[in-house]
């Protein structure tokens, strides 16, 4: 069996363990949280994200089951307090996406951002001296 793309943008054989790691997206290179769905396929979810259920649209929550496979959560209307994790395509400044939700825009926009500070990792130098403004 060859290497196919998952949904969530990994390439990647059959999972050969249930247990999630970090990978790196092909489109932005951000580290994500790569976990095997219920199908035994591999998604990536945005690290250290989990909004509330209910602000996330149902096809679009995933919540991590107690054996570390993940399912997308469509129950409506959620728990109250229920969190739920997002795929990283949709936070990724490297995919052109609808503007689904505003508060995931701005989260699309600082991952841009964060891209863009790992290209340049060296800070502009402070001039050597500083002129007299007195």
């Excluded at 290179?29 to 219920?38: K, V």
């Excluded at 909004?51 to 409506?76: F, K, M, N, Q």
Aim: proline share 12%; net charge negative; hydrophobic share 30%.
């Amino acid at each position: 069996m060859g290497c196919r793309p998952s949904r969530g943008g990994a390439l990647e054989e059959r999972p050969r363990r249930l247990t999630g790691s970090q990978s790196r997206c092909l489109y932005c290179g951000l580290p994500a949280d790569r976990l095997a769905t219920l199908d035994y396929d591999w998604v990536l979810l945005e690290p250290d994200m989990e909004p509330l259920a209910h602000i996330v649209p149902a096809e679009h929550r995933w919540i991590v089951l107690s054996d570390g496979l993940v399912t997308v959560y469509g129950v409506c209307p959620p728990d109250p307090f229920q969190r739920c994790r997002i795929e990283h395509r949709l936070a990724c400044s490297a995919q052109p996406l609808p503007d689904l939700w505003p508060w995931l825009t701005s989260l699309r926009v600082e991952n841009g951002r964060q891209v863009e500070r790992q290209k340049d990792p060296e800070s502009p130098q402070p001039p050597e001296t500083w002129r007299d403004t007195g």
